[in-house]
């Protein structure tokens, strides 16, 4: 496969990557979409029963009125009625916005009340029928009226919370996409940059998908501005968000206001994988290789960062030849490892499997996946398996740095 064939099969790859990335953003506006139909569907059920409150109070049944105030704290109404309002007025930068962010208090709040809530109860049987038939005609439909505001809005709660859960997925689906082993071309980041450009301006999750991939162009100021955007409200992405600003910091040397948001971050103890591994890259940053180590260790029982982990640990072991032998054969070990796990290969992996092989003194594997890598590759990233090769054919030593920036700089 020559140059050619490469940079057309890298092209057909970021193709399809684009295309799942325009994807999620038109997922996340039909998200919205469904949301603002939940609030409004809430809005309707507090008005159908402000509109018989009056008449409901003229009910003189006691029993059927007990058991109807029982039903209406039972639903907490006026709980979720807060909650949806507290989310409309969270998009600080534009208070008018109709954005219906989930908070983790809101998060929290919901999920505890369902679990208190037998929400799926018959409401119909509520009320005894023979009680019922005392009322007459209009009390009647003033009652099942209510009734059926109370069932309608345990479905909306249900519903409400099945939207919370998958608005915290997003995230996992921008991930892929920020680029978390630096492996895109800068060519691939403006791409990605572009779609994420056209986000909905409460999708904090594609801010600090953004955020990322900034820093890795070296534009690590203006990927502060999205993240504080993150910051400035209450999401359940607010240790994500900590990290990752501590992350553009040291980017640019700013490694005492990077460590008071890592400090910040950390105070958080239920924390996302995602974290973890921002956490990796700080660590490579400040060379603190048992650190990032440890950090990516950790990810390895997690599926779908196994693979990514070992190439990580294996570049890290790389990096700490000088320190050891030992280093190499660790280095080795997790790049055969994740190339084993791969059911296909792209430029990446033959890369640190070549690399990890020439650490551990083996330069004919070296040279065959470093080979591989470049018939695979395009751009910079093509340059960076020149330089490798080079260094096989010349048999010198090839320094890894875990920050590419040179590499997009050219």
């Known amino acids: 496969m020559g140059q050619e064939e490469g940079d057309t099969e890298s092209m ?22 469904k949301r603002e139909r939940v609030f409004e569907s809430y809005r309707a059920i507090e008005e159908t029963l402000k509109e018989t409150e009056e008449d409901f109070q003229r009910i003189t049944n006691e029993s059927i009125r007990n058991q109807m105030l029982a ?19 969270r998009n600080l930068d534009n208070p008018t916005a109709r954005s219906r962010t989930v908070t983790r208090n809101s998060t929290t709040q919901l999920q505890k009340q369902l679990v208190r809530e037998k929400t799926n109860a018959d409401l119909n049987t509520s009320i005894k029928m023979e009680e019922l038939r005392q009322l007459d005609a209009a009390s009647q439909a003033i009652v099942r009226r209510r009734l059926m505001c109370f069932q309608s809005g345990m479905e909306l709660q249900r519903e409400w919370a099945a939207l919370q859960q998958e ?18 071309t800068k060519r691939e980041i403006e791409e990605r940059l572009a779609i994420f450009d056209k986000s909905e301006r409460d999708d904090y999750a594609a801010l ?13 100021t203006e990927g502060l501005k999205l993240v504080d955007q993150v910051l400035s409200v209450e999401t359940a992405f607010e240790t994500t968000a900590c990290f990752a600003k501590s992350l553009l910091l040291c980017s640019l040397d700013r490694n005492k206001d990077a460590k008071v948001f890592y400090q910040r971050g950390m105070k958080d103890k239920v924390r ?28 390895l029982s997690i599926p779908e960062f196994e693979v990514t982990s070992r190439r990580a640990l294996a570049l890290l072991h790389y990096t700490r030849l000088s320190k050891s032998p030992i280093e190499g054969r660790k280095s080795i070990k997790e790049a055969q490892e994740a190339f084993d796990l791969e059911p296909t290969h792209d430029w990446y992996s033959h890369f640190v499997l070549g690399l990890a092989a020439y650490g551990a003194g083996d330069s004919d ?9 470049l018939n695979k590759s395009s751009d910079e990233n093509r340059s960076l398996c020149e330089r490798v090769q080079e260094a096989i054919e010349n048999e010198r030593p090839f320094v890894w ?10």
């Open 208 to 220: 600090i998908a953004r955020a990322l991939l900034l820093e890795r162009i070296g534009q690590a």
């Open 71 to 89: 039903m209406q704290s039972a639903i907490q109404s006026q709980q979720l009625a807060n909650i949806l309002r507290e989310t409309s007025n």
């Open 12 to 33: 057909e790859l970021s193709d399809v990557a684009l295309v799942s990335l325009k994807k999620i953003q038109d997922d996340y506006r039909e998200h919205l979409a």
């Open 272 to 299: 996302s994988p995602y974290d973890a591994w921002i956490r990796g890259r700080i660590a490579t940053i400040q060379k603190k290789w048992s650190l990032a180590e440890s950090e990516w260790k950790s990810l």
């Open 365 to 373: 594997v070296a040279k065959e996946h470093i080979d591989q890598a």
């Open 401 to 410: 740095e875990f920050r590419r920036d040179e590499d997009l700089d050219e």
């Open 167 to 184: 608005w915290l997925k997003f995230f996992m689906l921008y991930w892929p996409h920020t680029d978390p082993e630096q492996r895109f």
